[in-house]
């Protein structure tokens, strides 16, 4: 296949109303990244014959492979099966294979089989039709003026699964393209207009088929380098040259040399340094520890956690006093010492991370507090650290921002470099 | 304004290779569609001239509303603004009133301002500025062929920031538009062509100007009706009335009657019934306790929950007798129960929900239970029923049907609808 670039359509009312935050384009874009295909837009639609069909004809002249995710359940709001069938001049026939999955999926759940459900096994004649192991809407295959188009159904799980069992195999098979490498440094403490400023002449001597990218998010920030070229091997060493030189250059804030996220980052450190971690969160109510356990294999430095989300909790069982609440407040200097301390008695870990805050943008009664105020504490038995901090937004937000500072701050006291 | 549509483009290669979920589009539809303006389509492009051109292009010919995010930073990947500024020929001017909010914001963080700093005070002379109280990047209005085009840094509290203070109090003034009214009833326990086939007279008699959606994820089906009127009085009681025939067919699986998601609804059966819970998670790793605790108000009914990663926090914290665990494994029926009443005596609370399991495709070293099983228990302190799950997907979708599986088994429990 020459043009090996490629379109995604996702159809559905619910992305255009807000109701669903499209995750499918992200995972499709990353898949087929990884075998060098340039995806060069992305489109959304709702369930509308009219802006189907244009996003189809559009797709289909600029791009090499159209991938379309939606509408093809068995209810009448989903219509983008007899869509593709008149699109491409077909007739819906029944599947005799998908048919039988289809019963075999209803019989193995004990639900009846409806004549709604015989439609799931219709398909158009001038398709092919891609297996959907994880449910009941068979993915499609169509071809025209040199592109071929792929139709998956919406539901995350099941377009995955036909992703990968069907449609990438056969991508893999087809497609002879030049590579395309990304390398992702991640730096954390400078904003990017200082980055930017420290590697200037990195950047402006950086051969033109390799981009700097600039990714800022909260305390963080990502210098994405990017290369396409016909050996992989040989580009993939040079832009492994390139990143060494920015590494070099920012080596002081430098926190990881790949694209993972801050809950890899800390549990790379603590394998690294064989020790374990165990968690008391108050204000983020279980979040960081949900992370730190996103991480397979966590189990082999992660203890536990405490979350304490009333005040008894805090005094019961991580050992906070009475007497540090009523005088403090909870979010307070004091409150997250002892409560870094308790949990480190209690869970028995090498490292504790506490933390205690108000992130909602209202005040707490009887708190002494200002609302956004955050207070976390890192303690090693020996030594204790507290830091407060501000956050500004809204709850989930400040949420998000709270758990990221939270492990870069024991990032730094694993690495010796936060000072009380 | 005449043409109440709305079309939004994203920018940045970013979303093109899968490194960033666009959650922009999703809540800038959502704010859009409270005030009736429709969204016709969301594009994606990269950092690339002639592909935001076309997008534009046509974006304006088509909807009377184009919004615009990315590409405003200080650096060089960051092209949007010279590019809008040659579309709308215009040329770059400094702007004084943000030249002084860019340089508060670096003497606020004790940050050097740098000569590339001042480029972000530079606006187009052919734009309207909007504030940006988050950043550096202020966004920018223009008018084309009767079409308004609003550009926005990608960072989603900056362009939060900027829609919240500036874009919709301007969009609201302006827009005399029909109303658009959703009003969504979430079912749990059926699939969706079951329910299709139950109100299937219901549907067929609906109004044209009223549409059904059924958008079904793992053990729920949201059944929403959207209408679009005159007048938003009329068309709410109209479309409540709809619903309210729809809740009746299906009133034994209706879980909500607005589009709230499971920790709301669970908040608010507890708040119903004043009842406190708590948690005791092993595989979700905190899971659930941070969905509970997105609810802003949580703390009148969550008071807290453990985090038992480990085997040894079981039985140290929640009291899991070592035996159960040798003769059954960890992932049981047995653990699972004494996990549910020990939270519960360690907690104090009305209500337990307890969760053991293993999420990973891969089995684990000394466990007897296969991969994706896990075990869930609810308890009240009289009476503790426990549920046996398998699941079949990766870690991370595993925890999330886990996590859903847990709140309804506990809604049942409450609603006196589990059976042991």
Redesign the interface.
Same mark, same amino acid.
């Given at each position: 296949m020459a043009n090996t670039t490629a379109s995604i359509i996702t159809i559905g009312?619910?992305?255009?109303?807000?109701?669903?935050?499209?995750?499918n384009?992200?995972?499709?874009?990353?898949?087929l990244?990884g075998i060098g295909v340039?995806?060069?837009?992305?489109?959304?639609?709702?369930?509308n014959r009219e802006?189907i069909t244009q996003?189809l004809d559009r797709a289909i002249a600029e791009a090499g492979i159209v991938l379309i995710t939606g509408g093809l359940?068995? !209810?009448?709001?989903?219509i983008t099966k007899p869509l593709l069938c008149d699109y491409f001049n077909g007739k819906l026939i029944v599947n005799e294979e998908v048919l039988q999955h289809v019963k075999d999926i209803f019989a193995r +759940?004990n639900?009846?089989f409806?004549e +709604?459900?015989m439609k799931?096994a219709e398909v158009p004649d001038t398709c092919k039709v891609l297996f959907n192991p994880m449910g009941t809407a068979p993915g499609m295959m169509f071809e025209k003026n040199g592109s071929i188009i792929i139709a998956m159904p919406g539901?995350?799980?099941e377009m995955m699964a036909i992703m990968e069992t069907a449609v990438m195999p056969m991508l893999k098979e087809q497609i002879v393209s030049d590579a395309i490498i990304?390398k992702?440094t991640i730096t954390a403490g400078e904003?990017?207009?200082?980055i930017?400023?420290k590697i200037q002449d990195i950047?402006t001597a950086l051969p033109a088929y390799i981009?700097?990218?600039?990714?800022?998010?909260l305390g963080l920030v990502k210098l994405?380098l !990017?290369a396409k070229g016909a050996d992989a091997v040989v580009l993939d060493a040079e832009v492994a040259q390139w990143q060494q030189r920015i590494v070099q250059r920012l080596h002081d804030i430098v926190v990881a040399m790949e694209?993972i996220s801050f809950e890899q980052i800390t549990g790379n450190l603590l394998k690294e340094k064989k020790a374990t971690l165990c968690?008391a969160?108050s204000c983020?109510?279980?979040?960081?520890?949900?992370l730190?356990?996103?991480v397979?294999g966590?189990?082999s430095y992660?203890?536990?956690?405490?979350?304490?989300?009333?005040i008894?909790?805090k005094e019961n069982?991580l050992g906070v006093s009475e007497d540090s609440i009523v005088q403090n407040g909870a979010v307070s200097e004091v409150v997250a010492n002892q409560m870094a301390r308790g949990a480190l008695q209690?869970?028995?870990a090498d490292y504790s991370l506490s933390i205690t805050g108000i992130l909602?943008k209202e005040p707490v009664a009887g708190e002494i507090a200002e609302p956004g105020t955050v207070w976390m504490a890192v303690s090693d038995g020996q030594q204790t650290i507290a830091k407060k901090f501000r956050f500004?937004?809204d709850?989930?937000?400040n949420?998000e921002s709270a758990a990221t500072m939270g492990m870069l701050m024991l990032w730094k006291f694993i690495n010796g470099k936060l000072t009380a």
């Open positions: 009312d619910e992305l255009l109303i807000g109701q669903t935050i499209d995750t384009s992200a995972w499709i874009a990353k898949q990244n340039d995806i060069i837009k992305r489109v959304a639609v709702g369930d802006a996003a359940g068995p !209810t009448a709001d989903d +759940r639900r009846p409806l +709604r459900n799931q539901v995350p799980f990304h992702t904003g990017e207009s200082f930017a400023e950047e981009k700097l990218a600039y990714l800022p998010s994405r !990017t694209d968690l969160e983020t109510g279980g979040y960081i520890s949900h730190i356990t996103q397979a966590s189990s992660y203890k536990g956690g405490i979350v304490s989300y009333l008894e909790i069982l209690l869970l028995k909602d500004f937004h709850r989930q937000r949420k």
